[in-house]
């Protein structure tokens, strides 16, 4: 088990480590950025639960990809954070006996992982959502205070500040080969379909169909964008909407001016030169809760 104590405030530890005694596992305390990934990395067979928010679940998703993500492991999350969009794709609830139930009847699944790549980071993994423009800047902002302080809502209140002052972007989309040019204020990719503590940033994406779905927001101006706020947080599919544009492919290029569109992916900064998305088929196994469905 890899916990993260800082997550959701370290309230409910406790109780955690009381539901979940009775599984003969060696529990790591993580400390800082990077321990969680480090160990996952050592891990080649067994159940990995990581106690924590997204990030956490990033850092491991990161660390078994460092490892070749050996098809021995099985992940299992408990959503302890203040967003956990992982969770809200994979039917994991936040409620304590809710989550350990889904742990323990062990519904598991093989998933797709996208991989990105760019100067700054190198490679990098993720089994969630990557955004740029809006988005990013919404991850940016949305710091510990802010969460602390607004909870769930801390996402749309940054989501605000973050439209106030956002410019329209020019963005070369590169899908499967096949180059277009869009004016963006917000572009997401996504192997699952969640962002932002319940924004439905892609709400097609699949995570076992090997394809990743990519969402951009073509539109400029708060005004449009604040038309698609209520649909994005209450679940609605809003695809179909003018300026909205929606593809899936195997490989995404993406690629601004300098001093573009910055990228974050899982909530953790990728940076804003030309990034290179791919998706990797059945690589990871996982526990999903009862009611998830791979394809929405």
Known sequence: MICNPASGGGQALATIRQDLTDFDA?????????????????LTDGLLIVVGGDGTINEAVNGL?????????????????????????LAISDDPDEARDSIRQGRVRTLDVARVRSDRVGERFF?????????AETSNANDEEM??????????????????????????????????????????????RYTGGGWLAVPKANPEDGLLDVVVIEKGGVGEILTLAP?????????????????RATEIRVETSP????FTADGE??????????????????IVGADYVPEP
Not at 127 to 135: E, F, H, L, Q, R
Not at 234 to 247: C, H, I, N, P, R
Not at 259 to 262: A, D, Q
């Open 65 to 89: 990809g460092k490892a070749g993500f050996p098809e021995d492991v099985t992940l299992a999350i408990w959503p302890t954070g203040t967003g956990n969009d992982l969770a809200a794709t």
């Open 26 to 42: 060696e529990w790591i305390d993580t400390q800082g950025a990077g321990d969680a990934r480090e160990a996952a990395r050592t």
């Open 147 to 192: 969460k602390s302080r607004w909870g769930k809502l801390s996402y749309l209140r940054a989501y605000m500040e973050a439209a106030r002052d956002f410019d329209v972007q020019e963005i070369k989309l590169t899908l499967d080969g096949e180059e277009r040019k869009v004016r963006a204020v917000n572009i997401a990719i996504g192997n699952c």
């Open 127 to 135: 089994i969630n959502v990557a955004t740029g423009g809006i988005g």
């Open 259 to 262: 001093g573009g569109l910055e």
């Open 269 to 286: 900064l990728i940076g804003d030169e030309p990034a290179e998305f791919t998706v990797i088929p059945q690589a990871l196994k996982v």
């Open 231 to 247: 649909s994005a947080f209450m679940g609605t599919d809003y695809l179909d909407k003018e300026g909205v544009f929606s593809a």
